[in-house]
């Protein structure tokens, strides 16, 4: 079965934010991909 997080809802909340902001990122390993899909809905 799934595993409960035993992060607190604002270590999710901060954790979603820095693991988005990499997916934005211009210079980040995704970058080459938004061309294809746009960042601005993960920032």
């Avoid at 799934?2 to 934005?24: G, W």
């Amino acid at each position: 079965g799934l595993r409960v997080s035993e992060c607190s809802p604002e270590q999710l909340a901060s954790n979603s934010i820095q693991a988005c902001r990499v997916l934005a990122d211009p210079q980040g390993p995704f970058a080459a991909c938004h061309q294809t899909v746009a960042a601005e809905p993960f920032q």
